[in-house]
């Protein structure tokens, strides 16, 4: 067989493939059709459209039984937009996100929801917030915690005040940009970031822009919209928002750690059931009395709880007065975490569930 023929056969064979998968991707979506049918006639809540904890053990069992030679990783994603695309047929969601178009926390949404999502820019956490809780959105992404500098303060001090439920988590490996109108660094005078960014690549910045002018704004892609129509000043942000507001890369990934990484949060209002693999983020506060950290977290250790983060904030009801933020292996139906729970609630003057919901899979 000749080298043309035996091209013209494989493709051949992919064609069938493909038509192979066309018919059993649309034999999904009327499936999916057929479960809005049921929901819509038993009065399901328009969230329960969306399950996290489904998703997370559909693409945890992809993973599991994927052979190759697609990654294991790459054949989730795929699963993710067909998901994506079949949730779109039952209910279309609208994903509000800290803005503008181009930032990270978009990217971070449409790899929790996939492309098939309308997500919706918002110019600061508290409107991101507050677009869930008044209906405008059916959920929220926002940056809580980055590997290099530490907790997003406005995301915590938003759950403080706010009913809302953390229904999911996404992790994405930041690389940052900086974008500008000029073409060249030493025209570059200003360069405006979130705070964050700004932190994540200090060491970058004082070795070749030691003379410029640093300005925090609420969002890199909020910086580079403004560098849009500034000649001489320089944005950090995502690549994708170079091609966006059509800007120069001058410097490519500027961050200072190799493993940059940033965790969002998704909020909603719904409760999210056990997926197998999941976390639970409560809020607490101690009462003001000696020791009081230690015997709050006492039930966690006596039951074999796993607490994998805990950060303090101002109350905002009396001086030096604090909550917690503590995260902690398991769901709260679980039994041992159920009880811990129970007992974290006898020694606390405030403990409130924030969450449970699947580990990020992808």
């Known amino acids: 067989m000749t080298e043309q023929k035996a091209l013209q056969t494989i493709r051949h064979q992919i064609d069938d493939v493909d038509l192979q998968l066309q018919k059993l991707l649309n034999k999904r ?6 479960v809005a049918e049921i929901k819509i006639a038993t009065g399901d809540d328009q969230n ?9 053990m559909v693409l945890r069992k992809v993973m599991e039984r994927n052979e190759g030679p697609l990654p294991d990783k790459e054949m989730a994603r795929i699963f993710r937009e067909v998901m994506s695309a079949c949730l779109a047929t039952e209910k279309p969601l609208k994903v509000a996100y800290l803005g503008p178009e181009g930032s990270f926390t978009q990217v971070a949404a449409l790899k929790q929801f996939g492309g098939s999502v309308t997500t919706q820019p918002m110019t600061t956490i508290a409107d991101v917030f507050h677009a869930v809780e008044t209906g405008q959105a059916c959920y929220g992404v926002v940056p809580v915690e980055n590997s290099t500098e530490g907790m997003v303060s406005h995301t915590l001090d938003r759950f403080i005040s706010s009913s809302l439920k953390i229904n999911g988590e996404v992790t994405l490996r930041i690389h940052h940009y900086l974008l500008s109108k000029a073409t060249d660094l030493s025209a570059v005078e200003i360069v405006y970031a979130h705070p964050q960014a700004l932190a994540q690549c200090r060491q970058w910045l004082n070795e070749h822009l030691p003379h410029c002018d640093l300005v925090p704004v609420n969002s890199n892609s909020e910086a580079a919209k403004r560098v849009a129509n500034e000649n001489n000043a320089a944005a950090i942000a995502a690549n994708r928002a170079a091609a966006i507001y059509n800007l120069s890369v001058l410097g490519s990934n500027i961050e200072d750690e190799a493993d940059n990484t940033t965790r969002f949060l998704v909020i909603g209002s719904q409760d999210v059931g056990p997926s197998g693999a999941d976390k639970t983020a409560l809020l607490v506060s101690t009462k ?14 006596d039951s074999g709880i796993s607490m994998t983060r805990i950060e303090s904030r101002p109350s905002r009801q009396g001086v030096w007065e604090y909550v917690f933020f503590i995260d902690i292996e398991g769901h709260s139906q679980d039994e041992p975490v159920a009880k811990a729970l129970q007992l974290l609630e006898d020694e606390s003057s405030m403990c409130r569930v924030l969450g449970s919901y699947p580990k990020a899979v992808l």
């Open 288 to 301: 003001n009395k000696p020791g009081a950290l230690q015997t709050l977290l006492k039930p966690l250790a």
């Open 29 to 34: 979506t009327e499936l999916a059709k057929k």
């Open 48 to 56: 329960d459209f969306y399950r996290p904890e489904r998703e997370a």
